[in-house]
């Protein structure tokens, strides 16, 4: 797949939306596994959505108001954000394995209320 280029971060406010991109410079069509993780100042990288082939499992925080996505005609992962709180500011990363591995640059969102 590649290398993985983030777009879409920014600032948001709180009850908006957002839209994360995740292009890869190859091919993604034989990757299984697609993840959005994210990472708030002083505290772990926390894992947001895990796409295992058809099925995506949302950490509980954003069950219902995040949606992983992708366009495999477009080498392109997403991460649509709705319903947005200020409890969702991190820098936001994308990851693709299986086969290879490869990360995102990350991506700053920023929620303000």
């Known amino acids: 797949q590649g290398q993985l280029v983030e777009s879409g971060g920014g600032l948001g406010q709180a009850g908006g939306s957002l839209r994360l991109s995740c292009q890869a410079s190859g091919s993604i069509c034989s990757i299984k596994n697609m993840d959005w993780y994210r990472q708030a100042p002083g505290q772990q990288r926390e894992l947001v959505a895990a796409?295992?082939?058809?099925?995506?499992n949302y950490a509980d925080s954003v069950k219902g108001l995040f949606t992983a996505s992708r366009v495999n005609a477009k080498n392109t992962l997403y991460l649509q954000m709705n319903s947005l709180k200020p409890a969702h500011t991190a820098v936001y990363y994308c990851?693709?394995?299986?086969?290879?591995?490869?990360w995102g640059q990350g991506s700053q969102v920023t929620v303000s209320s």
């Open positions: 796409t295992r082939g058809p099925l995506t």
């Open positions: 990851h693709l394995w299986g086969p290879g591995d490869s």
